[in-house]
């Protein structure tokens, strides 16, 4: 059997139709190939190995016998380890949930497992989401298959870990403030932050206030993130602000791509600080799109400063859902967490009007901005990964920056709801993966996919992987 390593989903679901391999022998390579690799980079926290085995076997049975077990019958995914899957633990990352088992899956893993995907474990995450790097008193640090030294980013790092090791071709991911495109930047994966309510959220006991966070897909190739959306994407009711399943299939319109779009290159946002090398091989990645034969302008606005309005909006969510368990369980939380949560208290109404009129005038900005251009493009991330256990740098080539400017392209389009996606750049002068963000209008996911894609082609990254 051929190796089934960096196969993505979709080839693996049509090596699986075809007959040319079973779903029992992808789920058999594939935790051969977690218990190779995960030792030395702890993506993967849990595992649910006897199950997915059990379940593999299931489907070789049916598939055998004529039934058709779903689109992704036999797909190995990992899920973040902030999601639910049924009779999993979801920790959080947080020492104090360390033996909550989910009674249900999540809408999103439930939709995946009912197109026959196969949930083969829970990856690593800090705790609550709420760094741009991987580390936790309960599970400890995930490293970067790129370089251990390095993180993989966050907070879906475990996932980005896990597909950039080739253990799977698919992981789940979730994203409020870059938590799916700062770990594929950074360990040079795909990663799609869909459009606000484009994938439901739940079931949960705290509605989102300010719609920040999104789910999505961290993959190894573009077609991949479009067969995820095909089966994830859609209202329901646990999500009251979901949205309704759009009247196409993603996967169907991936490779209709349109032609000579007017294209907005952005190397700062207007205010951003960048490393030398990224900047270099972001720009380089913008004219892949001139070659396509689309005008690429240089996009000379900039965007207000939304990070404390962003920050504050971000704690006020996470409190709602912390706040009754603060008090019994600070002692055994991360200080970081601990620190801005008892901070956030202090939030008044007058603040949330400033916060949401900085949120207004960043749409005026992008409003007028897809009014004259169809995508946008910039940096994923200001600078390579830096150290697997933090701190964030704290200057970008001489400069001091503030804390946020770490991740400053990634969550104003938090704020602003838009979808987007980061695609791999290149490599910079250590070595490191860099990304290329693609920014479509409200909505548009199908857009970001198709412009992801045609550029996929054009500057492939199918065999660039990390040297294990």
């Not at 080839?11 to 022998?25: F, K, M, T, Y």
């Not at 249900?104 to 995450?125: F, M, Y």
């Not at 949960?204 to 095909?230: C, H, K, N, S």
């Amino acid at each position: 059997m051929t190796s089934l390593c960096y196969k993505g989903a979709a080839e693996v679901a049509r090596l699986i139709r075809s007959g040319d391999v079973s779903p029992l022998e992808v789920v058999e390579e594939t935790l051969r190939r977690i218990d190779e690799v995960n030792p030395s980079l702890n993506a993967f926290v849990s595992l649910r190995a006897d199950e997915a085995l059990k379940e593999a076997r299931a489907m070789t049975e049916d598939l055998a016998a004529g039934k058709d077990p779903g689109i992704l019958a036999g797909v190995p995914i990992g899920v973040k380890d902030l999601e639910d899957v049924k009779g999993m633990v979801t920790s959080f990352g947080s020492l104090p949930f360390r033996n909550q088992v989910a009674a249900e899956d999540s809408v999103q893993v439930a939709r995946l497992r009912r197109a026959g995907a196969v949930v083969v474990g829970k990856t690593n995450t800090p705790e609550f989401g709420y760094t741009g790097f991987t580390k936790n008193l309960l599970y400890g640090v995930t490293t970067n298959p790129w370089n251990r030294e390095r993180t993989p980013g966050g907070s879906s790092g475990g996932s980005a870990a896990a597909v950039a090791s080739g253990m799977v071709p698919v992981a789940t991911g979730s994203d409020a403030g870059g938590s799916i495109r700062i770990p594929s930047s950074y360990s040079g994966c795909f990663g799609l932050k869909t459009s606000s309510g484009r994938i439901p959220q739940g079931p949960t006991p705290f509605l989102q206030m300010y719609r920040l966070l999104t789910a999505g897909p961290i993959t190894w190739a573009v077609e991949d993130a479009a067969l995820y959306l095909d089966c994830t994407a859609g209202h329901h009711p646990c999500d009251p602000a979901s949205l309704p399943r759009p009247g196409h299939g993603y996967m169907e319109r991936l490779r209709h791509t349109p032609e000579r779009l007017k294209i907005a290159f952005s190397p700062d946002l207007g205010f951003a600080k960048v490393q030398k090398d990224v900047a270099a091989l972001v720009e380089q990645a913008a004219e892949a799109f001139e070659e396509m034969g689309h005008i690429v302008e240089l996009w000379e606005g900039s965007i207000p400063d939304v990070a404390d309005a962003w920050a504050k909006l971000m704690d006020c969510e996470l409190y709602g859902l912390l706040h009754k368990r603060l008090k019994a369980h600070a002692q055994e939380m991360g200080r970081t967490l601990v620190h801005a949560m008892e901070n956030i208290k202090d939030f008044d109404l007058p603040g949330l009007i400033e916060a949401n009129e900085t949120r207004t005038r960043l749409n005026q900005v992008l409003w007028r901005l897809f009014e004259t251009y169809d995508i946008l493009l910039t940096p994923s991330t200001p600078t390579e990964a830096f150290g697997a256990k933090g701190p964030p740098p704290s200057e970008i080539e001489g400069d001091t920056i503030p804390l946020l400017w770490v991740v400053a392209f990634t969550y104003p389009f938090n704020l602003s709801g838009h979808p987007a996606a980061s695609v791999p750049a290149g490599l910079t002068r250590n070595g490191l993966p860099a990304g290329l963000q693609i920014v479509g209008p409200h909505h548009r996911d199908d857009l970001v996919l198709q412009m992801a894609w045609a550029y996929e082609q054009a500057r492939p990254w199918k065999n660039v992987r990390p040297r294990l």
